[in-house]
């Protein structure tokens, strides 16, 4: 099925960046064409939708709260997803996740659209 593997969390000051990897493996999710998309989890709180773009790499769509700051973006030769981050905020700390919709090339904000996730990568903004 393939997996994903998240990279580059850390810990930053707000007004910071940072840029998430996302290296599929075992299935090229990327140069196939799939959706896919980053979702992030605080402490305390659900899953909740950052951003994602199509299979294609024309269509891209983000959270409210992210917009305008960060940017979803793919590497097709590479495989690889990625996700810059820009004037990070504290409340934009969590856990961050990729995943990927292998059945389709559609973009979607609804998690249980993906079937495949990476195991996370922590990412907290200090005020």
């Known amino acids: 099925q393939g997996r994903l593997v998240e990279s580059g969390g850390g810990l930053v000051q707000a007004g910071g960046s940072l840029r998430l990897s996302c290296l599929a493996s075992g299935r090229t999710f990327v140069s196939n064409g799939n959706g896919m998309g980053w979702f992030r989890q605080a402490p305390g709180k659900e899953r909740e939708f950052v951003a994602t773009?199509?299979?294609?790499?024309?269509?891209?769509v983000y959270a409210d709260s992210v917009k305008g700051r960060f940017t979803i973006s793919r590497d097709v030769e590479k495989n690889l997803l990625y996700l810059q981050m820009n004037n990070l905020k504290p409340q934009d700390t969590a856990v961050y996740y990729c995943?990927?919709?292998?059945?389709?090339?559609?973009?979607?904000?609804?998690?249980?659209?993906?079937?495949?996730w990476g195991q996370g990568t922590q990412v907290t903004v200090s005020s």
């Open positions: 995943a990927a919709d292998s059945r389709r090339s559609d973009w979607s904000r609804k998690d249980y659209n993906y079937d495949v």
């Open positions: 773009i199509s299979g294609d790499g024309d269509s891209t």
